[in-house]
């Protein structure tokens, strides 16, 4: 199938999820999870109406986003970080992403805000919490993500605009849905406390309808609009 086309189906099946749980489907944010994808199907992306992409690999990104924008330097496109960040890194992703979904520690934090004071940009994150004990994810633990919330917000140079969240895999995306409910029970607390959280970034091409349904939104897409990768990650 085209890439076009599987964009189309995917947006039909956000429209369905949305109305599912009485959301405005304009308000889900899709982004096109783009790592290992080539320059010439990222266009194809573009012609089809994505306007975000989201690559997990800062040295990765920089290549492709040099090479769209000497492509077509018209492309108004929004960069999303969604792989774990390590702080030498921090400069770079500040120059390069407009949202850093991936802030999993306040070391991290104070880094990006102090690259980010260098450049005097306003840097836009999400926390990542990490809602399973798996050994192999990051993220920030449930009892420890008020603090760091207080931390990120406290800081002038960063703009906090919501959570992120990757379950564990799982073939029935059925089984994603307590994670993608715990995320936004999360995301209410921290409302409660004060806290400006806007977004949940959750959902997978697996599983984007359950998280939907649970109040994701953004959907980090990969497979469902550019097929199968090399690897998984
Ligand atoms: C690769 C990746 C995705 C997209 O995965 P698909 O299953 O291909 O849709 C989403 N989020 C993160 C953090 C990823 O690394």
Not at 44 to 53: H, N, P, S, W
Not at 84 to 92: E, F, M, P, S, Y
Not at 116 to 124: G, L, P, T, V
Request: hydrophobic share 40%.
């Amino acid at each position: 199938m085209a890439i076009a086309d599987r964009i189309n189906s995917v947006n039909e099946k956000i429209i369905r999820a949305a109305r599912k749980s009485s959301t405005d489907p304009d308000t889900i944010k899709l982004i096109a999870v783009s790592k290992t994808v080539d320059a010439q199907k990222i266009t194809d992306a573009l012609y089809g109406g994505v306007k975000i992409l989201g690559e997990n690999r800062v040295q990765e990104a920089k290549v492709k986003i040099s090479e769209l924008r000497s492509q077509n330097a018209d492309w108004d496109i929004e960069w999303h970080l969604i792989g774990h960040l390590q702080k030498n890194k921090a400069k770079a992703a500040v120059q390069l992403f407009d949202l850093i979904q991936t802030v999993d520690s306040v070391d991290l934090a104070e880094e990006l805000d102090s690259q980010a004071r260098k450049f005097d940009k306003i840097q836009r994150v999400l926390v990542q919490v990490k809602l399973a004990a798996e050994e192999t994810k990051h993220g920030v633990a449930e009892s420890d993500v008020m603090a760091v919330l207080e931390k990120v917000t406290a800081l002038d140079y960063l703009k906090l605009e919501g959570l992120m969240t990757i379950p564990p895999f799982f073939d029935d995306p059925e089984e994603g849905r307590p994670y993608f409910r715990k995320l936004r029970e999360i995301a209410v607390s921290a409302r409660e406390q004060g806290f400006s959280i806007n977004e949940l970034s959750m959902g997978m091409s697996n599983d984007y309808e359950v998280a939907i349904e649970e109040g994701a939104t953004m959907i980090r897409v990969g497979t469902a609009i550019f097929g199968e990768r090399d690897y998984r990650e």
